[in-house]
Each structure stands twice: as structure tokens, then as C-alpha cells.
């Protein structure tokens, strides 16, 4: 904050003076007092005009996750599923499947949505996952929350409990874990 005047004297000031040099005022007082005054400038890093993603087009995008998720399953128990054919082991706990389910998942969206803010399924649809405020990538925490019920059922459950709580939200978010993440999914051109 640049003084131009002195109040005392009237004489002008230079940018940053902190005492007057024709009567020796001190200004570092007058300075802080006209600082606070003043409000501080909030930048928006919102774009103008945002597109956010349709209940469809996420849905789409999530059935495109659900079978590259469901190959990637398949992949990875294969070796499992030859040991239990091989020793003639049938009896498996039906837990370990939903765990290992679960995990894959998390990784899944986790993992892409880190890196690049989308995944497979957004990217190919032309969606993203922002950060509500700033419309930039979301931090790996706000990812975490926003990724931890996006598996079958649990996001079942997110969604129905979304529908009902933001039924008239203009940024059409549909799962309660994105109010929790703060972020929200664009369309991107």
C-alpha cells in the first residue's frame, strides 16, 4: 500500500516511506491501519462456464470401470482358481473374494484418479474428477475419500444416500462421498 500524502504535513511520500521526510510522521502506524481496512482480493480459479457430468454419462463411465475392473479381477485370480482346480481344494471363504474385490477397486480409482483425474471410463467419455473450489486435480486424500465406496454395492449405497441428499444441488453431485472429498466430476472438451 503506497501513501501519497502526508496527513500531518501534506507533503508527498514516496511508495514505501515509512516516516515522512519533511515532518518525521511515522507511517508504519497509518500503513497497518489502511491495510487492514482493506479487504483481501479472492481469486476464483473457476472456469467461466463449467459443464458438469450428467447422472448417464457417470453412469456409463462407471459400467466402462466396473468390466476393465472385473477383467483385471479375473486376471489376477486365475492362478488362484488353477491351485484350487489342481489340489482339488473347494472350500473358500467367500470374504476373501469381496476383500480382494474391494482392494482392486480402491487401487483402481485410487490410482487413476491420482494421476490423471479420471479413469479409464471418464477419459473415454470425456469426464473428470475436480476439486469443487478450484476445478483443478483433487489432492490423494480428497481421492482417497471421494474412491473409498465406489465399489459395487457400497456405491449402491453412496448413490442412494447422494440422490436423497442432494437432490437440488447445481453441481449434480449424486454420491454422498463426493460432499465428503469435496469434488465434483466436469465435462471436459
Same mark, same amino acid.
Given at each position: 500500500m503506497?501513501?501519497?500524502?502526508?496527513?500531518?504535513?501534506?507533503?508527498e511520500?514516496?511508495?514505501?516511506?515509512?516516516?515522512?521526510?519533511?515532518?518525521?510522521?511515522?507511517?508504519?502506524?497509518?500503513?497497518q491501519m489502511n491495510?487492514?481496512?482493506?479487504?483481501?482480493?479472492?481469486?476464483?480459479?473457476?472456469?467461466?462456464?463449467?459443464?458438469f457430468?450428467?447422472?448417464?454419462?457417470?453412469?456409463?463411465?462407471?459400467?466402462?470401470?466396473?468390466?476393465v475392473?472385473?477383467?483385471?479381477y479375473?486376471?489376477?485370480?486365475?492362478?488362484?482358481?488353477?491351485?484350487r482346480?489342481?489340489?482339488?481344494?473347494?472350500?473358500?471363504?467367500?470374504v476373501?473374494?469381496? +476383500?480382494?474385490?474391494?482392494?482392486? #477397486? /480402491?487401487l483402481? *480409482?485410487l &490410482?487413476?484418479?491420482?494421476?490423471?483425474?479420471?479413469?479409464?471410463? !471418464?477419459?473415454?467419455?470425456?469426464?473428470?474428477?475436480?476439486?469443487?473450489?478450484t476445478?483443478?486435480?483433487?489432492?490423494?486424500?480428497?481421492?482417497?475419500?471421494?474412491?473409498? +465406496?465406489?465399489?459395487?454395492?457400497? #456405491? /449402491?449405497?453412496? *448413490?442412494i &444416500?447422494?440422490?436423497?441428499?442432494?437432490?437440488?444441488?447445481?453441481? !449434480?453431485?449424486?454420491?454422498?462421498?463426493?460432499?465428503?472429498?469435496?469434488?465434483?466430476?466436469?465435462?471436459?472438451?
Amino acid at each position: 500500500m503506497s501513501l501519497k500524502i502526508c496527513e500531518k504535513c501534506g507533503a508527498e511520500i514516496g511508495k514505501d516511506e515509512e516516516f515522512c521526510p519533511s515532518c518525521g510522521t511515522d507511517l508504519k502506524d497509518r500503513k497497518q491501519m489502511n491495510m487492514s481496512n482493506t479487504k483481501p482480493e479472492m481469486k476464483e480459479n473457476k472456469p467461466s462456464e463449467v459443464e458438469f457430468a450428467d447422472l448417464g454419462w457417470r453412469f456409463l463411465a462407471w459400467i466402462i470401470d466396473f468390466l476393465v475392473i472385473s477383467a483385471i479381477y479375473l486376471f489376477l485370480l486365475i492362478p488362484y482358481y488353477l491351485w484350487r482346480i489342481i489340489l482339488r481344494y473347494w472350500f473358500v471363504i467367500g470374504v476373501s473374494y469381496y +476383500l480382494i474385490w474391494y482392494l482392486i #477397486c /480402491l487401487l483402481y *480409482f485410487l &490410482i487413476l484418479e491420482s494421476i490423471l483425474g479420471q479413469t479409464l471410463g !471418464k477419459l473415454l467419455l470425456g469426464l473428470k474428477t475436480v476439486d469443487e473450489e478450484t476445478f483443478e486435480k483433487p489432492s490423494f486424500i480428497q481421492n482417497l475419500k471421494n474412491c473409498c +465406496l465406489k465399489c459395487w454395492f457400497t #456405491c /449402491l449405497i453412496d *448413490f442412494i &444416500i447422494g440422490v436423497k441428499k442432494n437432490s437440488d444441488d447445481p453441481q !449434480k453431485r449424486k454420491r454422498i462421498m463426493q460432499n465428503v472429498s469435496h469434488t465434483v466430476v466436469i465435462k471436459i472438451t
